[in-house]
T-cell receptor
Framework: DAKTTQPNSMESNEEEPVHLPCNHS???????IHWYRQLPSQGPEYVIH???SNVNNRMASLAIAEDRKSSTLILHRATLRDAAVYYC?????????????FGKGTKLTVNP | EAGVAQSPRYKIIEKRQSVAFWCNPI?????LYWYQQILGQGPKLLIQ????????DSQLPKDRFSAERLKGVDSTLKIQPAKLEDSAVYLC?????????????FGEGSWLTVV
């Protein structure tokens, strides 16, 4: 079962920032927080991941709460191509293997 | 860098027939995953390989699904016999090794419709 909680959907306007929230209250000290997104008719693609500190890359920023029980994915200027389902994921270690367990994600709609 | 290749892209079969999907991961990636994604849901992990050994197949319906990864490179996922509820996108993915430090790369998926 997914260990994260996300809103089902969000809307944004083009050129505006978007803040996608994620709750993961049962996170353990060694769990990384991963974000993937899935554009229509494509496989998921990596966006960003982090452990404790905030992270930035060319696609987005990841803000992690001090207690690590929540995080926010920030798209600084949304474009129409950012319309996708965004998944917040904690990796799970079971039986010696590590795996990503996806939830339903947040469907982001970007309005022109 | 070439991505994860999957084929066929689309397949329509009748229930009780069999189907096979092929995956070629990114060169050098030791870990290979097969996910099933039913419409409106997130991907569900079916099986994970580390080189040519199975690491996790706890979610694989073993009475009808099978997968192999010969020589630790390409992989095949087979369904026999197919059921209506197997209609889904089958995603293959690969990564270098452990997830925490590495990105998982997904293919575009193989879309299966069982009628």
């Amino acid at each position: 079962d997914a260990k994260t909680t996300q809103p089902n959907s969000m809307e944004s306007n083009e050129e505006e920032p978007v803040h996608l929230p994620c709750n993961h209250s049962t996170i353990s000290g060694t769990d990384y927080i991963h974000w993937y997104r899935q554009l229509p008719s494509q496989g998921p693609e990596y966006v960003i991941h982090g452990l404790t500190s905030n992270v930035n890359n060319r696609m987005a920023s990841l803000a992690i709460a001090e207690d690590r029980k929540s995080s926010t994915l920030i798209l600084h200027r949304a474009t129409l191509r950012d319309a996708a389902v965004y998944y917040c994921i904690l990796s799970i270690t079971q039986g010696g293997s590590e795996k990503l367990v996806f939830g339903k994600g947040t469907k982001l709609t970007v309005n022109p | 860098e070439a991505g994860v290749a999957q084929s066929p892209r689309y397949k329509i079969i009748e229930k009780r027939q069999s189907v096979a999907f092929w995956c070629n991961p990114i060169s050098g990636h030791a870990t290979l995953y097969w996910y099933q994604q039913i419409l409106g849901q997130g991907p569900k992990l079916l099986i994970q390989f580390q080189n040519n050994g199975v690491v996790d197949d706890s979610q694989l319906p073993k009475d009808r699904f099978s997968a192999e990864r010969l020589k630790g490179v390409d992989s095949t996922l087979k369904i026999q016999p197919a059921k209506l509820e197997d209609s889904a996108v089958y995603l293959c993915a690969s990564s270098l090794i452990a997830i925490s430090q590495n990105t998982i790369y997904f293919g575009e998926g193989s879309w299966l419709t069982v009628v």
